[in-house]
């Protein structure tokens, strides 16, 4: 068993008493009828001026240096610190998917944090029958717990963490977001309390941390490096005159780069031709085929081929070798003996070298990299997160105008309050999935505000589905049809962080279900479920989403202000006792 380091130092204790007693005095208390609905991965108050959020994977060695940290500081300040773990296993790591079921399965007993003790501490021994004597020494209910892991009962839980994580661009282990900023990789005990101190809230609500916040333009780089990723008749998809041109260095065998090529064709389908693409190589070190990947797109772009080789080789990217390689050329037609003898002469190292260097001198240290117009952005990239970036660097000053890429939203579109009057003085627009973990705590959020706010608050929920939530748009339609009936609260509840069966017949017989054990009349909400009444205004909410770059839940944007994740209590009073014109519900 891990043993916890004890924070006997003065520097944590410094961290969280002298820096933040002043702010703590500010924190309301919880009243005494607010339910908590924790999930079984958190420890600490859900009213702590800080928060950390974890992504962790619990094959990675980071990750056990790390999580023993950040739990014993959690539980050594439970009144300062909340701490929410996420599951999030990496591609390579084979076993780790099955050790997050295993953790959540013990979780569900009550036993999640000794779980992930003993699994991290033992990561070489990472089997099922080695799951099972753990769960054995910690006495927990044995039968119960191998329906759980053999079901795969917490399978969807872990993927729809790994989606949120994916929707707020994680992408290595651990991932800590301390009050919304992130900080990547294993960090040691002083290290940790620096970033907790830093992160305690002041009084004042001017500067307050968010999670995954709109993206804003990065410095842009030299004029003259720029110059030099677009010269040299680099390989391209896009016109040469397009207004936005993204140079992406790339490593043909990292999985973050594979998750970016489909929205990187998908960008340029929609543009118009008003966006370029510009690849240049980068092969990491720790990828032994990586270059010789490079070599083969390289090669078969001199026979007019690059693009077909470069998907290919991403789409097969779990088994790139020569042999493979050559299956590939002859899968795309391409010329053999000339093939063979590109690569064999190494004619294109030299290039692939360049493109280190000039990576190198842009500060790239990792894949994929981007450069949009000169801005860097780093990391897999959603879709909307591609088109905002675009839409930014386009509108830059002497750029061209921003390109048009987004969908108008319906004008017929209305927009549902679940509390609260248009006439309100303070207003929360707040995007959510009910299926995702956190929203049984961003729940009980709203409604506190509401407890304390009174008619003064109106709240306008709008509909955001997570990668992979394919019920969303049946789950927001059965929110806003209970709401109809003022039974909002008690249906919410019955569903919030639950995953649905992926069947639609299943999960409709799910919520029928949900609504009659929260008491709503089934055959008036039966009647709204299936009408397209609500059709356009879950349509206007994902291109509301998309423009303003809410890349996952919950998002709370309050008097036009924008809180992401959850964040202490406190943050979101402070920008509702603001005194600011109310926000018009449209």
């Not at 941390?209 to 993206?215: D, E, F, G, V």
Request: hydrophobic share 45%.
């Amino acid at each position: 068993m891990i043993k916890f380091p004890q924070f006997r130092n003065s520097v944590l204790a410094f961290a969280l008493t002298a820096t933040a007693s002043h702010a703590l005095a500010q924190y309301k208390s919880i009243p005494d009828n607010y339910q908590s609905a924790e999930p079984i991965t958190t420890l600490g108050s859900i009213t702590a001026p800080v928060s950390i959020v974890a992504f962790i994977d619990l094959e990675c060695p980071f990750s056990a240096a790390t999580v023993p940290l950040i739990e014993a500081m959690a539980k050594a300040h439970p009144d300062q610190i909340h701490l929410q773990i996420r599951q999030f296993p990496l591609d390579q790591h084979t076993e780790s998917q099955l050790a997050h079921e295993a953790a959540l399965a013990a979780g569900a007993q009550g036993r999640y944090f000794d779980m992930v003790d003993l699994i991290q501490a033992n990561q070489r021994q990472m089997t099922r029958e080695q799951y099972l004597l753990y769960a054995a020494s910690l006495h927990l209910d044995l039968p119960r717990f191998k329906r759980d892991l053999d079901s795969h009962r917490f399978l969807p839980q872990v993927r729809n963490e790994v989606a949120e994580g994916n929707a707020i661009g994680v992408n290595q282990t651990p991932s800590l977001f301390i009050n919304g900023k992130l900080s990547t990789g294993s960090v040691d005990a002083p290290t940790l309390a620096s970033l907790v101190k830093a992160a305690i809230p002041t009084p004042s609500p001017s500067e307050v941390p968010r999670l995954a916040a709109t993206p804003e333009p990065s410095p842009v780089i030299a004029k003259d490096l720029w110059q030099q990723m677009l010269s040299g008749n680099p390989t391209a998809l896009g016109p040469t005159d397009a207004p936005v041109t993204i140079v992406e260095f790339t490593d043909f065998q990292c999985p973050f780069c594979r998750r970016s090529i489909d929205p990187l064709h998908q960008l340029i389908a929609a543009s118009g031709g008003k966006v370029r693409w510009v690849y240049r190589s980068f092969p990491l070190d720790i990828h032994e085929n990586s270059e010789i990947a490079a070599e083969a797109a390289l090669a078969a772009g001199a026979q007019g081929k690059f693009w077909p080789m470069h998907d290919l080789l991403f789409a097969q990217q779990d088994v790139i070798d020569r042999a493979h390689i050559d299956t590939f050329a002859r899968q795309i037609g391409l010329d053999m003996a000339r093939f063979q003898a590109d690569l064999a002469s190494g004619n294109y190292r030299a290039a692939i070298a360049s493109d280190r260097v000039l990576g190198n001198q842009a500060g790239v240290d990792g894949t994929p990299s981007f450069f949009i117009n000169g801005h860097a952005l780093t990391g897999a990239r959603s879709l909307p997160e591609l088109q905002q970036a675009v839409a930014l660097a386009a509108s830059e000053p002497g750029m061209l105008a921003p390109v048009q890429l987004a969908t108008r939203v319906p004008s017929d579109a209305q927009e549902h309050l679940i509390a609260g009057t248009p006439q309100s003085s303070n207003s929360i627009l707040w995007f959510s999935d009910v299926e995702a973990s956190a929203a049984p705590a961003i729940g009980h959020v709203v409604q506190n505000l509401l407890e304390q706010q009174g008619p003064q608050l109106r709240v306008i929920l709008k509909s955001y589905a997570l990668p992979g939530h394919a019920n969303a748009a049946l789950t927001h339609r059965a929110l806003l049809a209970a709401s109809n009936q003022n039974r909002f609260w008690p249906f919410y509840y019955l569903l919030a962080g639950q995953t649905l069966p992926s069947s639609p017949n299943a999960a409709r017989t799910r919520i029928l279900a949900a609504a009659k054990e929260a008491g709503l009349d089934t055959t008036t909400f039966i009647k709204v479920l299936d009408s397209p009444e609500f059709d356009h205004q879950i349509e206007a909410d994902h291109l509301e989403a998309t423009s303003r770059g809410v890349r996952g839940v919950p998002v709370l944007i309050l008097n036009g202000k924008r809180v992401d994740g959850i964040q202490p209590l406190a943050l979101y009073e402070d920008y509702l006792h603001t005194d600011q014109a109310a926000i018009p519900a449209n």
